[in-house]
């Protein structure tokens, strides 16, 4: 049993690597949010209507198609992640607003749900040191800390 004990704890050891499943959830989100970015720039005429539908202006949609593919790539490559996620937390939090209870809160709802909150996860956790540019710092956790006079932790 002791073996087996000790066994696990060396693979599970050798297998913990924050920084690539931060990577993992980032380029997952990002290409989400990519690709539906995309879907609403090739068929912009149908997104701003949707959008005037909600009472708020055309402009919107080209906005927020812009928003996702923009901000989509920044994700996948680990700039402005903690931003971009709060970005795209508020952008979900509104969508289910927008879009309204009648069927209940949950199901209609799941997918925006979750982009909210892994893009609220990744907010407060950042980019991991696999990023393009990294702007929080490992020490503090402070946006554009630079880890000499500035940070409190040194």
């Not at 970015?37 to 927020?64: A, C, Q, R, T, Y």
């Not at 997918?111 to 950042?126: Q, V």
């Not at 991991?128 to 006079?149: A, F, H, P, V």
Request: contains cysteine; proline residues 2%; glycine residues 12%.
């Amino acid at each position: 049993m002791d073996a087996l004990k000790h066994w696990i704890n060396h693979a599970s050891r050798y297998c913990l690597n924050r920084s690539l499943g931060l990577l993992l959830i980032r380029f997952s989100l990002g290409l989400v949010f990519l690709m539906h970015g995309w879907m609403k720039i090739h068929n912009i005429p149908m997104v701003e209507g949707m959008f005037v539908h909600f009472g708020l202006g055309s402009w919107v949609g080209d906005f927020i198609a812009w928003l996702e593919v923009i901000g989509g790539i920044a994700m996948v490559l680990g700039v402005l992640t903690r931003v971009i996620g709060v970005i795209f937390g508020i952008e979900m939090l509104v969508a289910i607003f927008l879009t309204g209870f009648s069927r209940g809160f949950y199901q209609p709802h799941e997918m925006e749900i979750l982009l909210m909150l892994i893009s609220f996860g990744l907010a407060f956790s950042g980019s991991g040191k696999y990023s393009l540019w990294k702007m929080e710092c490992d020490d503090c956790g402070g946006m554009l800390c630079d880890r000499g006079t500035t940070c409190p932790v040194k």
